[in-house]
């Protein structure tokens, strides 16, 4: 048996030959470095994470196919616009100054001696001529108490002859028995130095007004200096009671020109549209209330879209004629009136000639009117494009 004492001592001989360890701070290292590989393994596992879904952004930006861009509608045409027909100009409404027997008073001594004065019998507002003598006509009239009698008396524009081979013409008033008419004067006529009165106003309490002009055109009154004078019947007479009473030297005027747009048709829904502008200068001292816009196009082309209040369309066998009436421009002004066309089919060939005998606008002043209105070039081409 071994000596206990022996064993005793041999053991404390090897424990003192053996190095003291710390567990405790050898633990703690041991943790410390767990710790460390634990957080540069959830470092680099988030990179991978962050990297695959980056990746996989890009790859979706990269691969994607670019959104397409907004495509723009094929244009479509304006619902066409349909328009009332022009009223044509005819035989003017006489009453009854349409068949009347009247009394004809003197033309006055620069009238031709071949115009008949005295009693005629008219028919559709015209006596028969008799040979050596001009008919008698009846252009217009107006029916009021010029008299202020309490009855109603007519002022009729006659003319003797026709046309600018008249021999004269005056207003008169009459008083009417029946269908006899009486002459109670003259208002003004040709005897007076005027050459032209074509239009006729009643302004109330037996005025009347008359256009009247010192000189003679076959292009209408509105081109030549024209004014507004009143009359009323005093003391057994007719007499002046407002308006100038003579044309100065130099007349105010409206100088018109106009110029159109080209215009563009194009294709657009199962037909074709365009866009027209007309555009009227007045370069004159002189404004203009009221003109009148003709358009001369193709037979194809029709009016579309809104715009076109106050205008007509005018008869035509094979052509597109529209007429409208706006509001004209002032003094030294200009005015711009757009216009939007339709045509089911190409309107013109591209080999087709383009002058006034097929596309083109006109303008002219719309009376009754009040000054000198001169138009420069009435007449313009209206030029057409086609795809």
Same mark, same amino acid.
């Given at each position: 048996?071994?000596?206990?004492?022996d064993l005793?001592?041999?053991?404390?001989?090897?424990?003192?030959?053996?190095?003291?360890?710390?567990?405790?701070?050898?633990?703690?290292?041991?943790?410390h470095?767990v710790?460390?590989?634990?957080?540069?393994?959830?470092?680099?596992?988030?990179?991978?994470?962050?990297?695959?879904?980056?990746?996989?952004?890009?790859?979706?930006?990269?691969?994607?196919s670019?959104?397409?861009?907004?495509?723009?509608?094929?244009?479509t045409?304006?619902?066409?616009?349909?328009?009332?027909?022009?009223?044509?100009?005819?035989?003017p409404?006489l009453?009854?100054l349409a068949?009347?027997?009247?009394?004809?008073p003197?033309?006055?001594?620069?009238?031709d001696t071949?115009?008949?004065?005295?009693?005629?019998?008219l028919?559709?507002?015209?006596?028969?001529?008799?040979?050596? $003598?001009?008919?008698?006509n009846?252009?217009?009239?107006?029916?009021?108490?010029?008299?202020?009698?309490?009855?109603?008396?007519?002022?009729? $524009?006659?003319?003797?002859?026709?046309?600018p081979?008249?021999?004269?013409?005056?207003?008169?008033?009459?008083?009417?028995?029946?269908?006899n008419?009486?002459?109670?004067?003259?208002?003004?006529?040709?005897?007076?130095?005027?050459?032209?009165m074509d $239009?006729?106003?009643?302004?109330g309490?037996?005025?009347?007004a008359?256009?009247?002009?010192?000189?003679?055109?076959?292009?209408?009154?509105?081109?030549?200096?024209?004014?507004?004078?009143?009359y009323?019947w005093?003391?057994g007479?007719?007499?002046?009671?407002?308006?100038?009473?003579?044309?100065?030297g130099?007349?105010p005027?409206?100088?018109?020109?106009?110029v159109?747009?080209?215009?563009?048709?194009r294709?657009?829904g199962d037909?074709?549209?365009g866009?027209?502008?007309?555009?009227?200068?007045?370069?004159?001292?002189?404004?203009?209330?009221?003109?009148?816009?003709?358009?001369?196009?193709?037979?194809?082309?029709?009016?579309?879209?809104?715009?076109?209040?106050?205008?007509a369309?005018?008869p035509?066998?094979?052509?597109?004629?529209l007429?409208?009436?706006?509001?004209?421009?002032?003094?030294?002004?200009?005015?711009?009136?757009?216009?939007t066309?339709?045509?089911?089919?190409?309107?013109?060939?591209?080999?087709?000639?383009?002058?006034?005998?097929? $596309?083109?606008?006109?303008?002219?002043?719309?009376?009754?009117?009040?000054?000198?209105?001169?138009?420069?070039?009435?007449?313009?081409?209206i030029?057409?494009s086609?795809?």
């Open positions: 048996m071994i000596d206990i004492d005793r001592r041999g053991l404390s001989e090897i424990a003192a030959e053996a190095d003291a360890v710390d567990l405790r701070e050898r633990a703690l290292a041991t943790s470095r710790r460390v590989r634990r957080t540069a393994s959830a470092v680099v596992t988030g990179l991978a994470i962050v990297a695959v879904a980056l990746g996989a952004a890009v790859g979706v930006r990269t691969d994607r670019p959104a397409p861009s907004g495509t723009t509608p094929a244009p045409a304006p619902e066409p616009t349909t328009l009332p027909t022009e009223q044509q100009s005819g035989q409404d009453g009854p068949a009347a027997t009247i009394t004809v003197t033309w006055g001594a620069t009238a071949t115009c008949t004065t005295g009693r005629v019998t028919t559709g507002g015209q006596s028969p001529g008799d040979g050596p $003598h001009r008919a008698v009846v252009l217009s009239y107006v029916a009021t108490d010029v008299d202020r009698d309490g009855t109603e008396d007519y002022v009729a $524009h006659l003319m003797c002859g026709e046309g081979e008249s021999g004269g013409s005056q207003i008169v008033g009459f008083r009417r028995d029946g269908r008419f009486v002459p109670l004067g003259r208002v003004v006529g040709t005897q007076d130095g005027l050459a032209m $239009h006729l106003e009643a302004r309490d037996g005025r009347v008359v256009l009247v002009s010192k000189e003679y055109t076959d292009g209408g009154q509105n081109s030549v200096p024209n004014q507004w004078r009143t009323a005093r003391n007479r007719f007499q002046q009671l407002g308006g100038p009473t003579t044309f100065p130099r007349s005027v409206a100088r018109l020109s106009v159109p747009s080209t215009l563009p048709i294709p657009a037909g074709f549209t866009r027209l502008t007309v555009a009227v200068s007045n370069d004159g001292d002189v404004d203009v209330a009221r003109l009148q816009i003709l358009l001369v196009l193709p037979s194809q082309v029709r009016p579309a879209g809104a715009g076109w209040k106050g205008c369309v005018r035509s066998s094979d052509q597109t004629a007429v409208c009436t706006v509001p004209g421009p002032r003094a030294r002004s200009r005015i711009s009136v757009p216009f066309l339709v045509s089911d089919d190409r309107p013109v060939l591209l080999d087709e000639p383009v002058d006034l005998g097929n $596309h083109y606008v006109s303008i002219s002043q719309v009376p009754p009117f009040d000054g000198q209105v001169t138009i420069d070039e009435p007449e313009a081409v030029p057409i086609v795809p």
